[in-house]
């Protein structure tokens, strides 16, 4: 018989047994999908497979009359410079008219009369509809995982080495012209595959049934002689020696700052020519981008990168940028700043009004977009110096205790003189000036104002559009309406803005600790499942490191042993070059002879329905008469080749058999 002595010593053991299983449950909750409930492990898989793209494009240039189209709507804008671009929207540069777009390192630059759809912008893959005109696209890297795509009326050119490409579509849409100067490309059209390599011009007309010629270099004109001053600008860029070239944006630091070092926070940035008063997401205006939400875009010229990554300090007399650790790819993010006086409910004493400051370095950045607890750590550990206890912590706070108000934190440049901007809720709403329409509000009024993770007002169909205004000259309707052949399925279209408002009852925009019980389908992009890798058959071996991945997610699932994976840097080695007898045909070329992938691909294509590609028609084999024809185009190409493998784009060794002039007409 136990004394009452042992009945207590086995009681306070059967406590601790239950606080240790209790700590992995604890553990878990920490783990949780942002804005999710359940803490099924499926549900978290779901949840990080429904996260926002780590990049975005960004219209960086533009020369003349170029208007833009958001992903889902109907209206068309002048377009606006710094204006994140993403899946679905649409771009047009006129007559006499340039434009550039980066997506990271990649350049895109349209010529005159150039029409272009973003197919799909995704960490892994860049999928362009070149409907009409010329397209000028300088790949820099590409991994295993990376898929850079190009669309026109009657080919699918990929890119699969770094290098610099032409693509040119006439105003019939029946002719495509691809020049390679640098690089490895690989067309599909008509039922055949080409490799289009250094130093060749390709041509195919048709549709259905391609005519295929091949030649050397034409002879430049100024479309791309504008393209190779602005290559080697950047190649020249002193700030790719502080942040990494995947980051968007970096291109125009050089111009309109210096690089100096900061104790505490290592190379930083600072800008040149401040106005009086300047302060960080102070000169721009607020819009509406899908899935992120509230994005800033700053008016000025270089505001890019500086306020989509990274963070900002005050020191002495002004502000300084600090980019955070030189990663490989950062995480984009569309506004790093913490809100004041953003909640429901809360006034200032001038009436609704929101209120922001930037986030200093090592301060924990949460979404306010639906996201996947690994996202949270990725989007705050390549933009800032910061450990994933303290991500946990300022996490918990928010998202496990359904916390939206962080008044509890301290926050650095809360404090500085002229840190916090505030305007009336209609300037935000409406994406009017914030500088112009900047108000007064008394420090102690601030101080005492709520913090808090998100912003609790819903955008407007102006909140979309932008600043742009509606174009009197539309652009032509075949080429806004024309289709294009693919060879992967591009990402669904977006819905409208009034759609998705309607299907979220009217509240697009909700307070974290709310939105878990409304359609979250809105805020949501929905991924293509089973992309194929473009390059290789191999996937890249996942890499960890406080929950940041370089470039994508692996496929899930696949046990088989993965071959070590190649990474063409445009600095390095090209790959060796083959005979046209050696070659490897397409992939889709080499599934024809298995009747299993063959079926794969006829439900692929019977499962598109993109109003703006089709998918293309699956190669066949070559028959010996074929065989023959692109051997010999071979022979006489590589008979007239330059002494050079990789000559410089701006010189011939030997003078060209055509010319662009028999091109689309081309910008200045």
């Known amino acids: 018989m136990k004394t009452p002595k042992q009945w207590w010593s086995w009681a306070l053991i059967m406590v601790g047994l239950g606080l240790m299983l209790q700590s992995p449950l604890a553990a878990r909750a920490q783990t949780a999908p942002v804005n999710s409930v359940s803490r099924d492990p499926q549900d978290a898989l779901s949840a990080n497979d429904q996260d926002p793209p780590g990049r975005v494009a960004r219209l960086n240039f533009m020369d003349g009359s170029v208007s833009f189209q958001p992903g889902g709507e109907d209206d068309w804008v002048t377009a606006v410079l710094n204006r994140p671009l993403v899946t679905g929207d649409n771009l047009w540069a006129d007559e006499e008219s340039r434009a550039e777009v980066h997506i990271g390192s990649t350049a895109l630059r349209l010529g005159a009369n150039t029409g272009i759809t973003l197919l799909e912008v995704s960490d892994r893959a860049a999928q362009i509809r070149l409907a009409q005109g010329s397209l000028i696209v300088n790949v ?96 020249q860029s002193d700030s790719a020696n502080y942040v990494s070239r995947e980051m968007t944006g970096y291109e125009d630091l050089d111009a309109y700052g210096d690089w100096s070092y900061v104790a505490d926070y290592g190379m930083c940035w600072r800008p040149r020519a401040l106005v009086a008063g300047w302060a960080p997401y102070r000169f721009g205006h607020w819009i509406w981008v899908g899935p992120w939400g509230w994005t800033w875009v700053a008016d000025e010229p270089w505001g890019f990168a500086p306020f989509h990554y990274g963070r900002w300090a005050f ?152 600043t742009g205004m509606p174009v009197a000259k539309r652009p032509p309707a075949a080429v806004i309406n024309r289709q294009v052949v693919a060879l992967h399925n591009p990402a669904p279209m977006p819905h409208s803005f009034d759609q998705r408002q309607a299907q979220a009852g009217g509240h697009l925009n909700q307070p974290l600790a709310t939105q878990q019980s409304l359609n979250q389908q809105s805020l949501v992009r929905q991924e293509p499942p089973g992309r194929p890798v473009t390059t290789n058959p191999g996937s890249r071996p996942s890499q960890s490191q406080d929950g940041f991945r370089p470039f994508g997610q692996a496929s899930a699932g696949n046990s088989q042993t993965k071959p070590q994976p190649r990474v063409w840097e445009a600095q390095g080695t090209p790959e060796p070059e083959k005979s046209p007898e050696t070659q490897p045909q397409s992939r889709n070329a080499q599934m024809s002879g298995s009747s299993r992938p063959v079926q794969q691909t006829e439900q692929q294509r019977a499962q598109w329905s993109h109003p703006l590609a089709k998918p293309v028609a699956p190669v066949q084999r070559r028959n010996d008469e074929q065989q023959k024809d692109q051997e010999e185009k071979f022979s006489n190409w590589h008979q007239q080749k330059p002494a050079s493998s990789v000559p410089q784009r701006q010189q011939n060794s030997q003078p060209p058999v055509q010319s662009h002039e028999s091109a689309p007409k081309k910008g200045r």
């Open 140 to 235: 820099r890297h590409v991994d295993d995982e990376d898929s850079y795509e190009v669309d026109t009326p009657n080919v699918a050119f990929v890119v699969m080495q770094p290098g610099d490409y032409r693509i040119d579509v006439d105003p019939d849409g029946n002719r495509t012209e691809v020049t390679v100067w640098r690089g490895r490309g690989e067309v599909t059209g008509g039922g055949s595959s080409y490799a289009v390599v250094a130093d060749q011009h390709a041509t195919f007309t048709g549709s259905d049934q391609l005519s295929y010629d091949l030649g050397q270099l034409p002879a430049g004109d100024g479309f791309d002689n504008w393209a190779f001053e602005r290559d080697r600008n950047d190649d």
């Open 315 to 466: 020191r002495g007399a002004g502000w300084f940028w600090v980019p955070g650790p030189s990663v490989v790819r950062p995480i984009y993010a569309p506004a790093l700043v913490a809100w004041v006086g953003g909640r429901p409910g809360f006034n200032f004493s001038f009436g609704a009004g929101v209120g922001w400051f930037p986030l200093a370095p090592g301060e924990v950045f949460i979404p306010g977009y639906r996201v996947s607890r690994g996202y949270v750590n990725r989007v705050n550990v390549t933009n800032t110096t910061v450990n994933v206890t303290r991500i946990t912590s300022v996490y918990n706070t928010a998202i496990v205790n359904r916390s939206t108000t962080v008044n509890n934190i301290t926050y650095a440049n809360r404090g500085v003189s002229g840190g916090v901007t505030v305007v009336s809720r209609d300037t935000f709403v409406n994406a009017r000036p914030v500088g112009r329409n900047a108000v007064q509000v008394p420090g102690r009024e601030l101080a005492e104002a709520p913090v808090s993770q998100m912003v609790a007002a819903e955008p407007a169909r102006r909140s979309v559009l932008g």
